[in-house]
């Protein structure tokens, strides 16, 4: 089956730091990916629509210059949280709309920022 | 707006009982609703989803879901629990099954 690979699965940065969270379409090509954040029994919130060649969507209320989203090729679409602060840390997890029109989640990224 | 309650953060069951994990949600259009399993370490799996056919939905691994306009609610069950159904259970709701609003998750637990 489709399966979405996201990397890595836990990362722990100092304040001030720029973290990078990978999301792959292993074996199926992706031009829509989503990624979405989760705090401690919270529900998972989205956050953006990622499309491939083509600039972000961001929902409201969330920064798009704090969390950079590209979108380079089919297979691969990348979040980067900078000048991370403690009250970014979070669980990120993305999906990617693969055949049939279904969505597949990447197992999830705990990130800690001291 | 959409949006999706999840009664009850934990639900413990005996193998062999009854598994019933609520969802009720809230729609101004007619809502795609959906059923996701998380188990460890692991990302997200679609159990079932309801897109206006059926009122009954069968998903994978025994587990069904009714959907209830008059309630409201897309309840998740499965007649008889087995310990590989320990993991967190996510109902959801979209209006064009691409942008997903989801619950705060159930957790199930299995005893022998």
């Known amino acids: 089956g489709a399966v979405v690979s996201q990397h890595p699965s836990r990362v722990i940065c100092k304040s001030g730091t720029s973290v990078k969270i990978e999301c792959r379409s292993l074996d199926f090509q992706a031009t829509t990916m989503f990624w979405y954040r989760q705090f401690p029994k919270k529900s998972l919130m989205l956050m953006a629509t990622s499309n491939e060649g083509s600039k972000a969507t961001y929902e409201q209320g969330v920064e798009k210059d704090k969390f950079l989203i590209n979108h380079a090729s089919l297979t691969l679409s990348t979040l980067t949280v900078t000048s991370a602060h403690p009250e970014d840390s979070s669980f990120y997890i993305c999906s990617a709309k693969g055949p049939s029109e279904k969505l597949f989640f990447g197992s999830g990224t705990q990130l800690s920022v001291l | 707006a959409q949006s999706v309650t999840q009664l009850g953060s934990h639900v413990s069951v005996s193998e062999g009982a009854l598994v019933l994990l609520r969802c009720n949600y809230s729609?101004?259009?007619?809502?795609?609703l959906f059923w996701y399993v998380q188990y460890p370490n692991q990302g997200l799996q679609l159990l079932l989803k309801?897109?206006?056919?059926?009122?009954l939905v069968k998903g994978i691994n025994g587990f069904e879901a009714e959907f209830k306009k008059s309630e409201t609610s897309f309840h998740l069950t499965k007649p008889s629990a087995h310990m590989s159904d320990a993991a967190e259970y996510f109902c959801?709701?979209?209006?064009?099954?691409?942008?997903?609003?989801f619950g705060t998750g159930t957790r199930l637990q299995v005893f022998p």
């Open positions: 959801a709701v979209s209006d064009n099954t691409d942008k997903l609003i």
């Open positions: 309801y897109t206006s056919a059926a009122t």
């Open positions: 729609s101004s259009v007619p809502p795609y």
